[in-house]
Protein backbone atom coordinates (compact mmCIF):
# COMPACT_ATOMS: atom_id res chain seq x y z
CA UNK A 1 0.00 0.00 0.00
CA UNK A 2 2.54 2.70 -1.07
CA UNK A 3 2.09 6.53 -1.03
CA UNK A 4 2.87 6.80 -4.22
CA UNK A 5 1.29 4.67 -6.27
CA UNK A 6 3.22 2.84 -9.54
CA UNK A 7 1.82 3.96 -13.00
CA UNK A 8 1.16 0.21 -14.13
CA UNK A 9 -1.65 -0.69 -17.06
CA UNK A 10 -4.25 -2.09 -15.72
CA UNK A 11 -5.59 -5.31 -18.56
CA UNK A 12 -8.35 -7.49 -18.65
CA UNK A 13 -7.92 -10.90 -19.58
CA UNK A 14 -10.23 -11.05 -23.12
CA UNK A 15 -11.79 -14.48 -21.06
CA UNK A 16 -12.49 -12.30 -18.15
CA UNK A 17 -14.39 -10.09 -20.20
CA UNK A 18 -16.57 -12.24 -22.46
CA UNK A 19 -17.98 -13.70 -18.82
CA UNK A 20 -18.96 -10.51 -17.35
CA UNK A 21 -20.16 -9.01 -21.10
CA UNK A 22 -22.41 -12.36 -20.78
CA UNK A 23 -24.13 -10.84 -18.02
CA UNK A 24 -22.56 -13.52 -15.63
CA UNK A 25 -18.92 -13.51 -13.95
CA UNK A 26 -16.83 -15.97 -12.48
CA UNK A 27 -15.24 -15.74 -8.54
CA UNK A 28 -11.92 -15.10 -10.50
CA UNK A 29 -13.75 -12.01 -12.83
CA UNK A 30 -15.33 -10.86 -9.76
CA UNK A 31 -12.02 -10.76 -7.75
CA UNK A 32 -10.32 -8.77 -10.88
CA UNK A 33 -12.93 -6.33 -10.43
CA UNK A 34 -11.78 -5.86 -7.03
CA UNK A 35 -8.28 -5.65 -7.82
CA UNK A 36 -9.75 -2.88 -10.21
CA UNK A 37 -11.10 -1.42 -7.36
CA UNK A 38 -8.48 -0.95 -5.21
CA UNK A 39 -6.43 0.47 -7.50
CA UNK A 40 -8.64 3.26 -8.27
CA UNK A 41 -9.02 3.89 -4.35
CA UNK A 42 -5.60 4.01 -3.99
CA UNK A 43 -5.50 6.74 -6.75
CA UNK A 44 -8.31 8.58 -5.02
CA UNK A 45 -6.87 8.50 -2.08
CA UNK A 46 -3.43 10.29 -3.35
CA UNK A 47 -5.18 13.16 -4.91
CA UNK A 48 -7.32 13.57 -1.78
CA UNK A 49 -4.22 14.03 0.07
CA UNK A 50 -2.69 16.16 -2.15
CA UNK A 51 -6.08 18.93 -1.38
CA UNK A 52 -5.87 17.81 2.07
CA UNK A 53 -2.73 19.13 2.69
CA UNK A 54 -3.61 22.79 2.56
CA UNK A 55 -7.20 22.23 4.39
CA UNK A 56 -7.15 23.84 8.09
CA UNK A 57 -8.04 21.59 10.61
CA UNK A 58 -7.94 21.07 14.28
CA UNK A 59 -7.41 17.28 13.91
CA UNK A 60 -4.56 15.12 13.16
CA UNK A 61 -3.29 16.01 9.55
CA UNK A 62 -3.89 13.61 7.14
CA UNK A 63 -0.20 12.99 6.26
CA UNK A 64 -0.02 11.57 9.99
CA UNK A 65 -3.29 9.56 9.65
CA UNK A 66 -1.82 7.95 6.61
CA UNK A 67 1.21 6.73 8.32
CA UNK A 68 -0.82 5.09 10.67
CA UNK A 69 -2.08 3.39 7.89
CA UNK A 70 0.72 2.50 5.93
CA UNK A 71 2.24 1.21 8.71
CA UNK A 72 -0.59 -0.99 9.68
CA UNK A 73 -1.09 -2.37 5.82
CA UNK A 74 3.23 -3.39 6.57
CA UNK A 75 1.84 -5.69 9.20
CA UNK A 76 -1.68 -6.79 8.02
CA UNK A 77 -1.94 -6.22 4.08
CA UNK A 78 -4.95 -8.31 4.11
CA UNK A 79 -7.35 -6.82 7.11
CA UNK A 80 -5.83 -3.10 5.93
CA UNK A 81 -6.86 -4.24 2.41
CA UNK A 82 -10.43 -5.38 3.22
CA UNK A 83 -11.08 -1.93 5.16
CA UNK A 84 -9.50 0.00 2.25
CA UNK A 85 -12.22 -2.36 -0.41
CA UNK A 86 -15.21 -1.56 2.20
CA UNK A 87 -18.07 -0.16 0.46
CA UNK A 88 -17.87 3.29 2.86
CA UNK A 89 -14.33 3.92 2.30
CA UNK A 90 -15.24 4.63 -1.18
CA UNK A 91 -19.03 6.59 -0.66
CA UNK A 92 -16.40 8.71 1.75
CA UNK A 93 -13.90 9.32 -0.88
CA UNK A 94 -16.33 9.93 -3.40
CA UNK A 95 -18.52 12.35 -1.36
CA UNK A 96 -15.26 13.54 0.36
CA UNK A 97 -13.84 14.85 -3.19
CA UNK A 98 -17.35 16.60 -4.57
CA UNK A 99 -17.60 18.27 -1.63
CA UNK A 100 -13.90 19.82 -2.64
CA UNK A 101 -14.84 20.58 -5.46
CA UNK A 102 -17.96 22.53 -4.37
CA UNK A 103 -20.75 19.79 -5.50
CA UNK A 104 -21.66 18.30 -2.44
CA UNK A 105 -22.61 19.25 1.37
CA UNK A 106 -22.71 18.26 4.74
CA UNK A 107 -20.87 18.22 8.41
CA UNK A 108 -18.01 20.51 8.42
CA UNK A 109 -15.12 20.33 6.28
CA UNK A 110 -12.65 18.87 8.73
CA UNK A 111 -14.53 17.03 10.53
CA UNK A 112 -15.73 14.71 7.32
CA UNK A 113 -11.76 15.05 6.14
CA UNK A 114 -11.08 13.42 9.68
CA UNK A 115 -12.56 9.87 8.57
CA UNK A 116 -9.17 9.69 7.23
CA UNK A 117 -8.20 9.44 11.03
CA UNK A 118 -10.73 6.50 11.90
CA UNK A 119 -9.80 4.37 8.87
CA UNK A 120 -6.11 4.72 10.22
CA UNK A 121 -7.37 3.74 13.80
CA UNK A 122 -9.27 0.79 12.31
CA UNK A 123 -6.37 -0.10 10.50
CA UNK A 124 -3.89 0.68 13.89
CA UNK A 125 -6.42 -1.61 15.91
CA UNK A 126 -6.38 -4.90 13.32
CA UNK A 127 -2.54 -4.46 13.20
CA UNK A 128 -1.93 -4.07 16.92
CA UNK A 129 -0.14 -1.11 16.26
CA UNK A 130 0.32 2.21 18.34
CA UNK A 131 -1.26 5.18 17.17
CA UNK A 132 -2.39 8.71 18.77
CA UNK A 133 -4.61 10.60 16.33
CA UNK A 134 -6.75 13.61 17.02
CA UNK A 135 -10.47 12.50 15.84
CA UNK A 136 -13.60 13.87 15.00
CA UNK A 137 -16.27 13.12 17.42
CA UNK A 138 -19.92 13.36 16.38
CA UNK A 139 -22.14 13.36 19.47
CA UNK A 140 -19.06 12.00 21.44
CA UNK A 141 -19.24 9.03 18.78
CA UNK A 142 -16.46 8.02 16.97
CA UNK A 143 -17.20 5.33 14.29
CA UNK A 144 -14.10 2.48 13.42
CA UNK A 145 -14.68 1.38 10.07
CA UNK A 146 -15.22 -2.06 9.85
CA UNK A 147 -15.69 -2.53 13.89
CA UNK A 148 -18.30 -0.87 15.06
CA UNK A 149 -18.73 2.65 16.77
CA UNK A 150 -17.49 3.79 19.96
CA UNK A 151 -19.43 6.44 22.51
CA UNK A 152 -18.68 8.98 25.44
CA UNK A 153 -21.14 8.80 27.91
CA UNK A 154 -21.81 12.72 29.02
CA UNK A 155 -20.08 13.65 25.91
CA UNK A 156 -20.87 17.68 24.62
CA UNK A 157 -23.04 17.41 21.32
CA UNK A 158 -22.33 18.06 18.12
CA UNK A 159 -18.89 18.20 16.26
CA UNK A 160 -16.28 17.74 18.48
CA UNK A 161 -12.54 17.01 18.52
CA UNK A 162 -11.41 13.78 20.65
CA UNK A 163 -8.62 12.22 20.96
CA UNK A 164 -8.07 8.37 19.85
CA UNK A 165 -4.95 6.15 21.18
CA UNK A 166 -4.31 2.58 19.91
CA UNK A 167 -2.08 -0.16 21.25
CA UNK A 168 -1.76 -3.96 21.05
CA UNK A 169 -5.58 -3.75 19.67
CA UNK A 170 -7.01 -1.31 22.49
CA UNK A 171 -8.52 1.78 21.71
CA UNK A 172 -8.45 4.81 24.38
CA UNK A 173 -10.91 7.61 23.62
CA UNK A 174 -11.55 11.15 24.96
CA UNK A 175 -13.25 14.25 24.42
CA UNK A 176 -14.99 17.38 26.15
CA UNK A 177 -17.62 16.57 28.27
CA UNK A 178 -21.07 18.18 28.47
CA UNK A 179 -19.77 20.01 31.92
CA UNK A 180 -16.54 21.20 30.32
CA UNK A 181 -14.74 18.71 31.54
CA UNK A 182 -13.19 15.42 30.05
CA UNK A 183 -14.64 11.93 29.23
CA UNK A 184 -12.71 8.82 28.50
CA UNK A 185 -13.40 5.59 27.49
CA UNK A 186 -11.19 2.53 26.88
CA UNK A 187 -12.35 -0.73 24.32
CA UNK A 188 -11.00 -3.68 22.96
CA UNK A 189 -13.18 -3.98 19.51
CA UNK A 190 -13.55 -7.49 18.22
CA UNK A 191 -11.64 -7.32 15.08
CA UNK A 192 -14.02 -9.93 14.01
CA UNK A 193 -17.59 -8.32 14.31
CA UNK A 194 -20.17 -9.95 15.82
CA UNK A 195 -22.75 -12.34 14.14
CA UNK A 196 -26.69 -11.53 14.49
CA UNK A 197 -27.95 -10.96 17.09
CA UNK A 198 -24.96 -9.31 18.92
CA UNK A 199 -25.49 -7.32 22.45
CA UNK A 200 -26.80 -3.70 22.25
CA UNK A 201 -26.22 -2.88 25.76
CA UNK A 202 -23.08 -0.95 26.38
CA UNK A 203 -20.87 -2.74 28.61
CA UNK A 204 -18.35 -0.77 30.97
CA UNK A 205 -16.31 0.31 27.95
CA UNK A 206 -19.50 1.81 25.60
CA UNK A 207 -18.69 -0.30 22.25
CA UNK A 208 -21.55 -0.87 19.99
CA UNK A 209 -20.33 -3.64 17.68
CA UNK A 210 -21.03 -3.95 14.28
CA UNK A 211 -23.34 -6.93 12.83
CA UNK A 212 -22.93 -9.30 10.40
CA UNK A 213 -25.38 -11.50 8.60
CA UNK A 214 -23.65 -15.31 8.27
CA UNK A 215 -23.78 -17.76 6.25
CA UNK A 216 -21.72 -21.48 5.50
CA UNK A 217 -19.96 -22.74 2.69
CA UNK A 218 -18.45 -25.53 1.48
CA UNK A 219 -15.08 -23.76 2.83
CA UNK A 220 -16.52 -22.23 6.13
CA UNK A 221 -18.32 -19.68 7.58
CA UNK A 222 -19.19 -16.06 5.40
CA UNK A 223 -19.42 -13.01 7.70
CA UNK A 224 -21.26 -9.85 5.60
CA UNK A 225 -21.63 -6.63 7.47
CA UNK A 226 -25.02 -5.70 8.43
CA UNK A 227 -24.03 -2.04 8.59
CA UNK A 228 -26.61 0.27 10.35
CA UNK A 229 -23.34 2.47 12.45
CA UNK A 230 -20.60 4.03 9.39
CA UNK A 231 -21.61 7.90 8.43
CA UNK A 232 -20.54 6.89 4.76
CA UNK A 233 -22.75 3.72 4.49
CA UNK A 234 -25.35 5.41 2.41
CA UNK A 235 -25.02 6.48 -1.12
CA UNK A 236 -24.75 9.89 -1.18
CA UNK A 237 -24.82 12.76 2.42
CA UNK A 238 -23.35 11.36 5.55
CA UNK A 239 -25.99 9.71 7.95
CA UNK A 240 -25.76 8.91 11.42
CA UNK A 241 -26.04 6.06 13.20
CA UNK A 242 -29.50 3.63 12.76
CA UNK A 243 -29.07 1.00 14.79
CA UNK A 244 -31.92 -1.69 13.97
CA UNK A 245 -33.28 -3.33 17.75
CA UNK A 246 -32.37 -7.09 18.11
CA UNK A 247 -35.50 -8.26 16.42
CA UNK A 248 -35.33 -6.63 13.55
CA UNK A 249 -31.42 -7.84 12.91
CA UNK A 250 -32.90 -11.80 13.94
CA UNK A 251 -35.63 -11.47 11.10
CA UNK A 252 -32.85 -10.11 8.55
CA UNK A 253 -30.21 -13.21 9.27
CA UNK A 254 -33.32 -15.81 9.25
CA UNK A 255 -34.40 -13.84 5.47
CA UNK A 256 -30.62 -14.00 4.28
CA UNK A 257 -29.83 -17.62 5.17
CA UNK A 258 -33.14 -18.66 3.55
CA UNK A 259 -31.97 -15.88 0.33
CA UNK A 260 -28.22 -17.08 0.18
CA UNK A 261 -29.80 -20.89 0.21
CA UNK A 262 -31.25 -20.46 -3.20
CA UNK A 263 -28.27 -18.66 -4.29
CA UNK A 264 -26.27 -21.55 -3.86
CA UNK A 265 -28.01 -24.15 -6.02
CA UNK A 266 -25.42 -25.50 -8.54
CA UNK A 267 -25.16 -24.36 -12.00
CA UNK A 268 -22.61 -22.51 -12.83
CA UNK A 269 -21.20 -18.93 -12.85
CA UNK A 270 -23.68 -17.83 -15.55
CA UNK A 271 -25.98 -14.57 -15.24
CA UNK A 272 -27.93 -14.50 -12.28
CA UNK A 273 -25.54 -16.86 -10.05
CA UNK A 274 -23.12 -15.62 -7.78
CA UNK A 275 -21.37 -16.32 -4.59
CA UNK A 276 -23.13 -14.05 -1.72
CA UNK A 277 -19.87 -14.20 -0.32
CA UNK A 278 -18.96 -11.45 -2.64
CA UNK A 279 -21.42 -8.63 -0.96
CA UNK A 280 -19.39 -6.47 0.87
CA UNK A 281 -22.27 -4.92 2.63
CA UNK A 282 -26.17 -4.87 3.19
CA UNK A 283 -27.06 -1.62 4.56
CA UNK A 284 -30.58 -2.07 6.05
CA UNK A 285 -33.01 1.02 5.03
CA UNK A 286 -35.20 2.33 7.70
CA UNK A 287 -36.80 0.19 10.29
CA UNK A 288 -39.02 -2.23 8.99
CA UNK A 289 -40.29 -3.16 12.20
CA UNK A 290 -41.45 -7.28 12.93
CA UNK A 291 -43.67 -7.01 9.51
CA UNK A 292 -42.53 -6.46 6.21
CA UNK A 293 -44.75 -4.94 3.19
CA UNK A 294 -46.83 -7.34 1.90
CA UNK A 295 -45.07 -9.79 -0.93
CA UNK A 296 -43.72 -9.57 -3.74
CA UNK A 297 -42.78 -5.85 -2.40
CA UNK A 298 -39.26 -4.48 -2.24
CA UNK A 299 -39.78 -1.13 -0.98
CA UNK A 300 -36.10 0.30 -1.53
CA UNK A 301 -33.38 -1.34 -3.06
CA UNK A 302 -30.20 0.76 -4.27
CA UNK A 303 -26.25 0.57 -4.62
CA UNK A 304 -23.50 3.16 -5.72
CA UNK A 305 -20.73 2.70 -7.83
CA UNK A 306 -18.96 4.34 -5.55
CA UNK A 307 -19.37 1.74 -2.80
CA UNK A 308 -18.10 -1.84 -4.82
CA UNK A 309 -20.65 -4.47 -3.72
CA UNK A 310 -22.42 -2.66 -1.27
CA UNK A 311 -26.47 -2.72 -1.28
CA UNK A 312 -29.04 -0.54 0.48
CA UNK A 313 -32.27 -2.95 0.94
CA UNK A 314 -35.49 -2.10 2.98
CA UNK A 315 -35.97 -5.89 4.55
CA UNK A 316 -38.59 -8.07 1.92
CA UNK A 317 -41.04 -9.88 3.05
CA UNK A 318 -40.04 -13.36 1.37
CA UNK A 319 -36.30 -15.01 0.84
CA UNK A 320 -37.00 -14.88 -2.61
CA UNK A 321 -37.20 -11.44 -3.44
CA UNK A 322 -34.16 -10.64 -1.03
CA UNK A 323 -32.43 -13.12 -3.27
CA UNK A 324 -33.31 -11.23 -6.60
CA UNK A 325 -32.54 -8.16 -5.22
CA UNK A 326 -29.34 -9.64 -3.90
CA UNK A 327 -28.68 -10.76 -7.84
CA UNK A 328 -29.97 -7.49 -9.32
CA UNK A 329 -27.83 -5.04 -6.94
CA UNK A 330 -24.76 -7.17 -7.56
CA UNK A 331 -24.88 -6.58 -10.78
CA UNK A 332 -25.19 -2.68 -10.89
CA UNK A 333 -22.01 -2.87 -8.87
CA UNK A 334 -20.03 -5.11 -11.96
CA UNK A 335 -21.57 -3.02 -14.16
CA UNK A 336 -19.83 0.37 -12.41
CA UNK A 337 -16.75 -1.47 -12.16
CA UNK A 338 -16.62 -2.30 -15.80
CA UNK A 339 -17.38 1.41 -16.20
CA UNK A 340 -14.46 2.83 -13.89
CA UNK A 341 -12.44 0.79 -16.52
CA UNK A 342 -13.63 1.58 -19.77
CA UNK A 343 -15.53 3.89 -21.45
CA UNK A 344 -18.49 2.00 -22.39
CA UNK A 345 -20.86 4.94 -24.13
CA UNK A 346 -21.30 8.33 -25.16
CA UNK A 347 -24.16 9.52 -23.01
CA UNK A 348 -25.48 13.34 -23.37
CA UNK A 349 -27.17 12.28 -19.98
CA UNK A 350 -30.50 13.54 -21.87
CA UNK A 351 -33.64 11.30 -20.50
CA UNK A 352 -35.49 10.10 -23.12
CA UNK A 353 -35.86 6.40 -23.43
CA UNK A 354 -37.60 3.88 -22.63
CA UNK A 355 -37.00 1.63 -19.79
CA UNK A 356 -39.76 -1.18 -19.12
CA UNK A 357 -38.80 -1.41 -15.48
CA UNK A 358 -39.17 2.27 -14.96
CA UNK A 359 -42.19 5.21 -14.92
CA UNK A 360 -39.86 7.94 -15.87
CA UNK A 361 -37.56 8.21 -18.81
CA UNK A 362 -33.49 7.44 -18.34
CA UNK A 363 -30.46 8.27 -20.51
CA UNK A 364 -28.47 6.04 -22.49
CA UNK A 365 -26.16 5.15 -18.81
CA UNK A 366 -29.61 3.88 -16.85
CA UNK A 367 -30.63 2.07 -19.79
CA UNK A 368 -27.27 0.19 -19.57
CA UNK A 369 -27.15 -0.74 -16.24
CA UNK A 370 -31.00 -1.69 -15.91
CA UNK A 371 -30.22 -4.11 -19.19
CA UNK A 372 -27.06 -5.75 -17.22
CA UNK A 373 -28.83 -5.63 -14.09
CA UNK A 374 -32.04 -7.56 -15.40
CA UNK A 375 -30.33 -9.96 -17.49
CA UNK A 376 -29.48 -10.81 -14.04
CA UNK A 377 -32.77 -11.16 -12.82
CA UNK A 378 -33.79 -12.60 -15.72
CA UNK A 379 -30.70 -15.74 -15.45
CA UNK A 380 -31.60 -15.46 -11.99
CA UNK A 381 -35.76 -16.91 -13.10
CA UNK A 382 -34.38 -19.30 -15.18
CA UNK A 383 -32.50 -21.06 -12.36
CA UNK A 384 -36.26 -21.34 -10.47
CA UNK A 385 -37.89 -22.29 -13.40
CA UNK A 386 -35.59 -25.25 -13.61
CA UNK A 387 -35.74 -26.10 -9.99
CA UNK A 388 -39.67 -25.51 -9.80
CA UNK A 389 -40.75 -28.47 -7.93
CA UNK A 390 -44.69 -28.17 -9.15
CA UNK A 391 -46.95 -26.34 -11.38
CA UNK A 392 -47.62 -23.31 -9.57
CA UNK A 393 -44.00 -22.56 -8.81
CA UNK A 394 -43.22 -22.70 -12.73
CA UNK A 395 -45.97 -20.65 -13.48
CA UNK A 396 -44.67 -18.34 -11.76
CA UNK A 397 -41.06 -18.66 -12.37
CA UNK A 398 -41.79 -19.00 -16.05
CA UNK A 399 -43.52 -15.53 -16.00
CA UNK A 400 -40.61 -13.37 -14.44
CA UNK A 401 -38.01 -15.28 -16.62
CA UNK A 402 -40.52 -14.31 -20.14
CA UNK A 403 -41.01 -10.89 -18.83
CA UNK A 404 -37.55 -9.86 -17.97
CA UNK A 405 -36.06 -11.73 -21.17
CA UNK A 406 -38.57 -9.74 -23.29
CA UNK A 407 -38.01 -6.14 -21.77
CA UNK A 408 -34.00 -6.64 -21.52
CA UNK A 409 -33.71 -7.53 -25.09
CA UNK A 410 -35.85 -4.34 -25.95
CA UNK A 411 -33.25 -2.16 -24.12
CA UNK A 412 -30.75 -4.25 -25.48
CA UNK A 413 -31.76 -3.36 -28.61
CA UNK A 414 -32.47 -0.11 -28.37
CA UNK A 415 -28.59 0.24 -27.15
CA UNK A 416 -27.30 -1.29 -29.84
CA UNK A 417 -29.44 0.73 -32.64
CA UNK A 418 -28.41 4.00 -30.93
CA UNK A 419 -24.79 3.56 -32.08
CA UNK A 420 -23.16 5.86 -29.25
CA UNK A 421 -21.05 2.75 -27.63
CA UNK A 422 -17.84 2.32 -27.84
CA UNK A 423 -15.72 -0.52 -29.13
CA UNK A 424 -15.86 -2.46 -25.54
CA UNK A 425 -19.61 -1.29 -25.04
CA UNK A 426 -20.41 -2.70 -28.20
CA UNK A 427 -18.95 -6.08 -27.37
CA UNK A 428 -20.29 -5.87 -24.25
CA UNK A 429 -24.01 -5.06 -24.72
CA UNK A 430 -23.57 -7.66 -28.08
CA UNK A 431 -22.92 -10.01 -25.09
CA UNK A 432 -25.96 -9.36 -23.35
CA UNK A 433 -27.47 -9.69 -26.67
CA UNK A 434 -26.05 -13.20 -27.36
CA UNK A 435 -26.95 -14.48 -23.79
CA UNK A 436 -31.03 -13.16 -24.13
CA UNK A 437 -31.57 -14.72 -27.75
CA UNK A 438 -30.53 -18.02 -26.81
CA UNK A 439 -33.34 -17.35 -23.29
CA UNK A 440 -35.75 -16.12 -25.57
CA UNK A 441 -35.26 -19.94 -27.60
CA UNK A 442 -36.20 -21.61 -24.45
CA UNK A 443 -39.60 -22.60 -23.68
CA UNK A 444 -42.21 -21.54 -20.86
CA UNK A 445 -45.50 -22.08 -19.67
CA UNK A 446 -48.21 -21.07 -22.43
CA UNK A 447 -50.06 -19.59 -19.90
CA UNK A 448 -46.90 -17.66 -17.78
CA UNK A 449 -45.74 -16.47 -21.50
CA UNK A 450 -48.93 -15.19 -22.39
CA UNK A 451 -49.57 -12.79 -19.22
CA UNK A 452 -45.80 -11.98 -19.49
CA UNK A 453 -46.38 -10.42 -23.18
CA UNK A 454 -49.22 -9.32 -21.75
CA UNK A 455 -47.81 -7.53 -18.91
CA UNK A 456 -44.88 -5.91 -20.70
CA UNK A 457 -47.00 -4.48 -23.77
CA UNK A 458 -49.23 -2.69 -20.87
CA UNK A 459 -46.40 -1.26 -19.17
CA UNK A 460 -44.83 -0.09 -22.59
CA UNK A 461 -48.21 1.18 -23.73
CA UNK A 462 -49.02 3.07 -20.16
CA UNK A 463 -45.16 4.24 -20.20
CA UNK A 464 -46.06 5.68 -23.85
CA UNK A 465 -49.95 7.61 -22.71
CA UNK A 466 -48.05 9.20 -19.33
CA UNK A 467 -44.61 10.27 -20.86
CA UNK A 468 -44.46 10.93 -24.85
CA UNK A 469 -46.85 13.66 -26.16
CA UNK A 470 -48.82 13.58 -29.11
CA UNK A 471 -47.59 14.90 -32.07
CA UNK A 472 -47.75 18.43 -33.26
CA UNK A 473 -46.97 20.81 -35.73
CA UNK A 474 -43.30 21.75 -35.72
CA UNK A 475 -41.90 19.11 -34.15
CA UNK A 476 -40.41 15.90 -35.56
CA UNK A 477 -40.72 12.59 -33.72
CA UNK A 478 -41.67 11.73 -30.42
CA UNK A 479 -41.31 14.56 -27.24
CA UNK A 480 -41.60 14.05 -24.25
CA UNK A 481 -44.80 15.71 -22.33
CA UNK A 482 -43.99 18.47 -19.84
CA UNK A 483 -46.17 17.77 -17.18
CA UNK A 484 -45.34 13.77 -16.60
CA UNK A 485 -45.08 12.45 -13.41
CA UNK A 486 -44.52 9.38 -11.55
CA UNK A 487 -47.01 6.47 -11.96
CA UNK A 488 -47.18 3.00 -9.87
CA UNK A 489 -46.53 0.03 -11.91
CA UNK A 490 -49.11 -2.51 -10.43
CA UNK A 491 -49.18 -4.84 -13.26
CA UNK A 492 -45.89 -5.98 -13.13
CA UNK A 493 -46.30 -8.41 -10.19
CA UNK A 494 -50.04 -8.82 -10.53
CA UNK A 495 -50.03 -10.32 -13.48
CA UNK A 496 -47.42 -12.81 -11.69
CA UNK A 497 -50.19 -15.28 -11.10
CA UNK A 498 -53.19 -15.77 -13.16
CA UNK A 499 -56.28 -15.10 -11.35
CA UNK A 500 -58.99 -17.84 -10.39
CA UNK A 501 -62.04 -15.65 -10.31
CA UNK A 502 -61.48 -12.11 -11.79
CA UNK A 503 -63.25 -9.04 -10.79
CA UNK A 504 -61.48 -6.15 -12.44
CA UNK A 505 -60.43 -5.77 -16.07
CA UNK A 506 -57.18 -6.63 -15.03
CA UNK A 507 -57.44 -9.47 -14.09
CA UNK A 508 -59.62 -10.88 -16.95
CA UNK A 509 -57.18 -9.38 -18.63
CA UNK A 510 -54.91 -11.44 -16.80
CA UNK A 511 -56.97 -14.62 -16.64
CA UNK A 512 -57.35 -14.49 -20.77
CA UNK A 513 -60.12 -12.88 -21.23
CA UNK A 514 -59.80 -9.85 -23.25
CA UNK A 515 -63.46 -9.53 -24.04
CA UNK A 516 -64.52 -8.99 -20.38
CA UNK A 517 -61.30 -6.99 -19.65
CA UNK A 518 -62.33 -4.79 -22.82
CA UNK A 519 -66.11 -3.98 -21.54
CA UNK A 520 -64.77 -3.29 -18.31
CA UNK A 521 -62.01 -1.02 -19.23
CA UNK A 522 -64.74 0.97 -21.60
CA UNK A 523 -66.61 1.48 -19.13
CA UNK A 524 -63.56 3.10 -17.36
CA UNK A 525 -63.36 5.22 -20.18
CA UNK A 526 -66.79 6.53 -20.40
CA UNK A 527 -65.53 8.34 -17.03
CA UNK A 528 -62.54 9.44 -18.20
CA UNK A 529 -61.53 8.78 -21.57
CA UNK A 530 -57.92 9.96 -21.30
CA UNK A 531 -57.41 7.86 -17.68
CA UNK A 532 -53.72 6.25 -19.03
CA UNK A 533 -53.97 2.82 -17.02
CA UNK A 534 -57.57 1.74 -18.10
CA UNK A 535 -56.90 3.81 -22.05
CA UNK A 536 -53.30 1.40 -21.98
CA UNK A 537 -55.78 -1.98 -20.79
CA UNK A 538 -57.98 -0.98 -23.27
CA UNK A 539 -55.58 -0.75 -26.42
CA UNK A 540 -53.79 -4.04 -25.19
CA UNK A 541 -57.10 -5.88 -24.49
CA UNK A 542 -58.17 -4.70 -28.43
CA UNK A 543 -54.77 -5.90 -30.00
CA UNK A 544 -55.35 -9.39 -28.56
CA UNK A 545 -58.82 -9.64 -29.77
CA UNK A 546 -57.83 -7.66 -33.23
CA UNK A 547 -54.16 -8.59 -33.90
CA UNK A 548 -54.84 -6.43 -37.00
CA UNK A 549 -52.29 -3.76 -38.62
CA UNK A 550 -54.12 -0.79 -37.07
CA UNK A 551 -54.04 -2.67 -33.98
CA UNK A 552 -50.48 -2.95 -34.17
CA UNK A 553 -50.04 0.58 -34.96
CA UNK A 554 -52.30 1.80 -32.08
CA UNK A 555 -50.29 -0.63 -29.98
CA UNK A 556 -46.80 0.77 -31.23
CA UNK A 557 -47.78 4.36 -31.04
CA UNK A 558 -50.86 4.85 -28.12
CA UNK A 559 -50.23 8.77 -27.88
CA UNK A 560 -51.46 8.92 -31.28
CA UNK A 561 -55.02 7.81 -30.58
CA UNK A 562 -57.18 10.08 -31.64
CA UNK A 563 -60.15 10.20 -31.32
CA UNK A 564 -60.20 8.69 -27.56
CA UNK A 565 -62.38 5.24 -27.45
CA UNK A 566 -65.57 5.48 -26.59
CA UNK A 567 -66.09 1.51 -26.38
Not at 231 to 239: G, I, K, Q, S, V
Not at 277 to 305: D, E, Q
Request: glycine share 8%; charged share 20%.
Amino acid sequence: MPSEPRPVPFRMPERIFAELAAGGGSAQAVAFLERAERARRLLLLRTLLDRLDTLRTPLSPAAEAWDVLKEAAALAPGPVDRLLLAPATGGWLAHLLRRLHGTASGPPLWAEAGYLCALALAASVRAGTQADLRVPLTDGGLSLPGLGRARLADAEGGSTVGRARTSGGELTLSGPARDGGTVSVTVRPATRPLPVPAADAPGPGAWIPLRTLTHRTPTGPVAIPLEDLDPYRDLDDPLPPARLDAEEAEAWQRLFEEAVALLAAPGGDGPGRFDPGAIRAVVPWGRTGTLPPAPPTVLVSASSGDSFGAMVIARPSSAVALAETLVHEFQHSKLAALLHLFPLLDDDREERYYAPWRPDPRHLTGLLHGAYAFTGVTGFWRDRLAGARDERAADTAGYHFALRRLQSRLVVRTLLVEGRLTPQGRALVSGLAGTLDGWLREPVPHAALTRARTAAALHRTEWRLRNVAPPSSGHEGPRLRPDRTSWPDVRTHAFAARPLTPHTADEYLAAGNAAAALARYAGQLAADPAEPHALAGWIVARAALDPSRATRRMLARPELLQPLPSG
